[in-house]
């Protein structure tokens, strides 16, 4: 039996969104995002959202970071994020050349988050005007981050408050956002714009859609030429109802939240095994559906023998963490479609 | 009663496409395009272009072109198309903004076809090694045609002769490359590498898919780095498996080329019936599943009234067609979803 | 002895700039554009365009033309300039480059003008919203023009009138500005923002420099990025100083009205030559310090074999122009350094 | 008396720069760098290298370095260099925008260089193939480095071996180059190629010309796009024989050996004063013409109300080096300008 703790991306897509899928399947619509339903996909979000926003679908969560990015590109531009973000390190240079040649500026922070500290003194190393050393244009966060920590929606103020003493727009990196809205037991509205987040990279796929993100634009008048951005990359999907059809379904009676809620559990669930487990620790505790653990690594043999799946990790700059010379640090990542049983089973391998 | 003449983006899915979909909903397999199932249809490509090519998959016609723009690349690049070329006019500056700024020629010709005497003559307008003026890097046709027409196969041999001479690649936009070949009879290999095209965009989405591009490189050495060109343009799926998934389906069975087949046949009984309406007129004879109209403005209002969905069109610089004061050029485009039911409905309409 | 029509680039530098050049050599002075000199020649500027203007040193016209298509780029954006502007045919792809990948949109019109029905017309094309074309971002025009034609004031004001009824900023290519201002016997000012230019490409370098260029934007505010824009495109200059001393000496006195004048009316006296030489005619009625003539092979070989240099050039598109078949185009430039002896010689020559 | 310890770039250019310019400023010469002027120093630039090597000339050190980026691109390209790299920090993101997004690395190391161990360690991160990450293009050193040290033969080469190891090119950013040669009592071949190097950046402006650089690539075949890199990124001068009279001066007499000598004897001279300070100490031994010392605060403030230019410098995150509360780090740049009179002064100010 395989068990999977690779990926969230490892996992299919849920029932109901292969149903929505057939049931669009049929019949013709306006193509390029001109249709009905995607007309009304978009009025859900702002439904979520609690507020007008402008909606761009898009079908990669990289194409949501680096379009997100792109609209917020200045000359020269510098975006500050977390040394270890999504985009600054595992989208092979994407927000670098959709930006046409903006940086990111890696700010250091413990368990995967930047604070207010240190978001103010990287962006001081970019002194207004100074030409030579190019010029700030944005902030990005991960939440949940990429080491399945979870910002307080009071940090996320905080740290908008930094963005907005220097002036610099604040987007956030959901490729994970359910999961962080489950974990705080708050809305989209209260995790985003009433804390200070000016554009979202919203992802879905990983929790149970296929190919379905969408950047969230607050103020829709700041959206204005991202059809012309998302185009020109060949972003804009013809039969886009197809991802429209995936939101719908998504939304429909909570499955986003139901979905994440119960990667949530499942992660918490693996965790208290691990917090057991004679050849493991957890590394920090988890906030969301990644459990990051440190295993011996006869023990990560003995797991891959019997069919588990799951990565090695680079042990992160700034993690407080000793390992001992025969271990290793590991994710273990959870989704809609784990099962409990699927949990059971790998605690009872790992030694409980 | 709604007639869908506007496109064949306008479609949704095939069934099967759907049910392949669903298929693959369920169980786990390795992300970003490394599941067997990804292994296994780039071998189906294989065997259907008769010979080892390099497949790389996107999501959408404009992702294939530009990145294969991309690929051919050369610094001050220029590549040369006709006028009328959808990479030209139609995808919003992709292949310009893709590669970086490298520009496009318009080669004039009749019919949405350049001929070798017409791309001879462009290529020279670039002499080598004459910085100014840039350099010439790549060949690119349409088949089918913007404009409903197919190259016969000598006629592609005799324009790779022409980039031969130049030493230029060819690449061939094949976003209706099922409806040409069941146009021509021939096979995948005949119509590109044994008549010397290098690289082709094959098109899937307007023939059935929902989204399913791929791009075929038939010296599987020089698409090396396509991996990272994709995924830096953020056009690598995570759960890349769908894409694979509908060309499983597509390719099952020759549904690919029964769907052109029936798309081409209702193309011409479409044509059949202009051929005779008191109020139309062919503007040229159509080869795959885009009949040209002149019709008298009326008509086309009537049509329009009666739930005839079909669009305008631009009179081509190189056509041969003279329009009267009330009249106009439409497009009619069939797909694998047109019902001949809905053909006969039209032409009732159109006066016959 | 050598007779230079080949180009104005050709010549040296006139010998007030090299004394400027030599002045300022010694001492010491602050580096990239900060200097004194920097500033009061930025004054200059401004006395010259009697408003204040943003001035931005750069060292070739294509930098200088490419960076203000940068700063006026939009995503997807199209800038509309005559079919054969410099820009366009003879930049090496620099303003797609360096805008990340904008395109031109020739415009078609006799005597390398665009006028305002064919600029009007051209603009149509790009319907506002419309993605899948792109979105227009600006209009150039060339003053003088590249084939030795100059614009009016009432044709260039009437072109702005077009780009305002459009929303589109107007730039002019100015590498031979001064040619146009003392063609026209006009001023800086009323040659553009009086007739609603918006930014100019102020060309100093064939009028006598040896590399001194300058973005002028009319409305400082809009100029607030190209700093960053310059120095990214590594087109800030340690010892600016320098570009700033051959402009200080390029003012002073006039000279740079005084060399145009001069280059002006040496053209004139070509002209007449030619206007009564047995083996040549002027293809068109030269109005700067161009002269375009047809000549005979047989002519134009004698030329070569005696020591004159001068260029073939491509028939334009829209002249009004019928060679016969032992005829030739050529282009004859004249410069601040082109002497009356030397016209004169070539007269000689030429058989009148 | 001002005396500029501020940066090499205020110092304006040599008088033999400047007769070079004037006398070249005569008579006429092809343009775009086609005349025999242009010629006859490439032959020279294969002198000093003592080899065939393809030249070609720009105008600033940051396009010397973002074209020789370009020219070594790869999709999703990454760049190794010192963290604290001119071309990472003080470029204004040239690099990333020229390459159309390739990203540097920043590799750690104390005294501003990089050694085969952190720079093999740093190449390790980016395995071959894996795509998220991108894939490593080049190494670049820079020599002498931002900090005035400079790497030994033995050093270069133990980088080059680590280069080849993994397949990627050594670039060598030179804008300092001659203070390096002169400090090592080397030549421009046992630096470069004899030690692996693979193409320089090789700066003349700083050493007394007041705009020559080129880019030496010593395999000439790797050159060859080159010229259109250059062209469409606006680097083509048209008067380019000026660029190449700087460098027929430069290399005349060993001009550019005898500035760079006694660049690097005034900054030892300077040192020497500084290790005897009461209010200073050095930060390291210098070794080219950069002096970097730790001052009072009381004592900075007196240099500067004195007429002593210089600037503040941040603390490299590697440097072995502790601040006292009251205290900073300066940087001292001498220049070919600086007379040993200077320095006296300076040191009489400074307390000695």
Redesign the interface.
């Known amino acids: 039996m395989?068990i999977?703790f690779?990926?969230d991306?490892?996992?299919?897509?849920?029932?109901a969104?292969?149903?929505a899928?057939?049931l669009?399947?049929?019949?013709?619509?306006?193509?390029?995002g001109t249709s009905e339903l995607d007309r009304q996909v978009e009025r859900r979000f702002c439904e979520i959202f609690e507020r007008e926003v402008a909606v761009f679908f898009?079908?990669?969560?990289?194409?949501a970071n680096?379009?997100s990015m792109?609209m917020l590109n200045?000359?020269?531009?510098?975006v500050f994020c977390h040394e270890n973000a999504h985009m600054r390190?595992?989208?092979?240079?994407?927000p670098?050349?959709?930006?046409?040649?903006?940086?990111t500026h890696g700010v250091r922070g413990v368990l995967g988050q930047i604070t207010p500290e240190t978001l103010d003194e990287a962006i001081r190393l970019f002194p207004a005007?100074f030409?030579?050393?190019?010029?700030p244009m944005a902030v990005s966060i991960t939440q949940s981050t990429e080491i399945g920590t979870v910002y307080s929606l009071d940090e996320i103020g905080a740290l908008a408050e930094t963005c907005r003493k220097h002036r610099l727009p604040l987007h956030m990196d959901g490729a994970r956002f359910a999961n962080a809205v489950a974990a705080l037991g708050t809305t989209a509205a209260e995790m985003t714009w009433k804390r200070g987040v000016d554009i979202v990279s919203f992802g879905a796929?990983?929790n149970g859609c296929?190919?379905a993100e969408a950047i969230v634009v607050m103020d829709p008048a700041k959206g204005r030429?991202m059809?012309?951005?998302?185009?020109?990359?060949?972003?804009?999907?013809?039969?886009s109802r197809?991802i429209a059809a995936q939101f719908d379904a998504y939304f429909s009676d909570d499955l986003w939240l139901r979905n994440a809620t119960h990667a949530n559990a499942m992660a918490a669930r693996l965790a208290t095994h691990l917090r057991h487990a004679p050849g493991a620790r957890l590394a920090w505790v988890p906030q969301a559906n990644e459990v990051f653990a440190v295993l011996k690594e006869s023990t990560a043999q003995s797991l891959r023998e019997k069919g588990v799946?799951f990565h090695p990790w680079k042990v992160p700059q700034d993690a407080e963490l000793t390992l001992g010379a025969d271990e290793g640090l590991y994710r273990f990542v959870t989704s809609f479609?784990t099962m409990a049983e699927e949990v059971d089973a790998f605690a009872a391998i790992v030694g409980t």
């Open positions: 395989a999977n690779a990926s991306n490892w996992a299919g897509a849920h029932p969104i292969g149903e899928l057939a669009h399947s049929r019949g013709i619509a306006p193509a390029y898009v079908a990669t969560g990289t194409a680096s379009l792109a200045r000359p020269g531009g510098v390190e595992d989208e092979g240079g994407a670098e050349y959709l930006t046409g040649g903006a940086r005007e030409v030579h050393s190019g010029q796929t990983k296929w190919c030429d059809p012309f951005l998302r185009k020109r990359a060949a972003h804009l999907f013809s039969k197809f799946f479609a």
